[in-house]
């Protein structure tokens, strides 16, 4: 399976034409869920780039008082530290209109990282699933949430046979250990929708079909027959 492109793709869009254009997307699904389902869900990535999409997205004219806002992964840290995808949410999107959202948290117990695993595990349960909707970010090595190519859970969190919505990951080429949610939990969703700029990112996702899932944890979310993920790209 590859990725959903647009049709005007060669047309080449601005970083804030995109952000719009995400952003209404999402809001579109998650009215949608809404008033078939009576809540809705959104994973999303931490990281640099999706900062001013939150900042649109928290105008959406929507129920989010409905909406479970939840990281696709954390960093091991007491929350509100400023490294923490948390933080970097309840800055930029959790305000506005969506400051009503209700954020689920990677992080119940900061002291302990197996006790905190199996607190979150028993929370995110009572999320509707499939998900509304899953955005993923990369890194320039080509991970996403925090599956990592470094890390030796790599192998864990790909396998579809793998019932666990989430593991604690330890990279080797980045700060801190991290909770993540695993490939089949993440495909477990309405809408996949894959969030990335720069010409080096585009570049390695047009040549995915020639790397391994275990070189780039990312392919593992674009070759697979779950659900077809939709890019969203700008230089």
Known sequence: MYLKRKKKENQMKTR????????????????????????????????STPVQLFKELSNGNIDWSKVNVIPVDERFLPNEHPDQNGTLIKKHLLINKASTANFCPLILNSTDAE????????????????FTVVILGMG????????????????YGLDLSNNDDLIITNPTTANYQRISFTRKALLNTDNLFI????????????????????????????????IKPELFWSK
């Open 115 to 130: 006790i905190n695993l199996n607190a979150v595990k028993k929370s995110i349960k009572a999320i509707l699933r499939p």
């Open 16 to 47: 804030k034409e995109v952000e719009i254009e995400l952003s209404s997307s999402i809001c579109s699904k998650l009215k949608n869920a809404i008033a078939k389902k009576g809540s809705a869900s959104l994973l999303i990535s931490g990281g």
């Open 195 to 226: 969030h990335c700029y720069g010409d080096e990112k585009k570049q390695l996702l047009d040549t995915l079909d020639l790397n391994s899932e275990k070189t780039y944890p990312i392919k593992a979310f674009i070759a697979q027959n779950n």
């Open 140 to 155: 320039a090595d080509g991970h996403t949430a925090s599956l990592f190519p470094c890390s030796k859970e790599l192998e």
